[in-house]
């Protein structure tokens, strides 16, 4: 029970990080796109705060938008092959201690 209960918190926590770095990769390349185009720190500021909505629609790169998805898959088949092990894991661990 407690093996599972560590699993959930485990598997919680990765998300939360997965989800983290997707959207700061997103405002950090707007804020680069956005000083090369402006060459203004408020324009910079204020793109990134928008992240891969501004990065989509100034430079209309639907490349970059495979490759965001490319991210969210990767994230995703991460997060499930962290799910197997750690699963397979709490598994032998209860089989251990069952006898």
């Known amino acids: ?4 209960l560590l699993l959930m918190f ?3 926590e990765f998300k939360q ?7 700061l990769s997103g405002s950090i390349l707007a ?7 402006n060459w203004s720190i408020l324009w910079a500021l ?3 705060t928008l992240g891969w909505i501004y990065v989509f629609y100034a430079k209309d ?9 490319a991210f969210v898959l ?24 069952n006898k």
């Not at 790169?61 to 998805?69: C, G, N, Y």
């Open 46 to 48: 204020l793109h990134g």
């Open 17 to 23: 990080h997965v989800y983290k770095y997707l959207f």
């Open 10 to 12: 485990f598997l919680k």
């Open 74 to 97: 990767l994230g995703l088949y991460k997060l499930y092959e962290a799910y197997g092990v750690l699963n397979k894991l709490t598994d032998s661990l209860e089989n251990g201690l």
């Open 31 to 37: 804020i680069v796109i956005s000083w090369e185009d």
């Open 61 to 69: 790169m639907w490349f970059l938008f495979s490759v965001a998805i």
């Open 1 to 4: 029970m407690i093996n599972k």
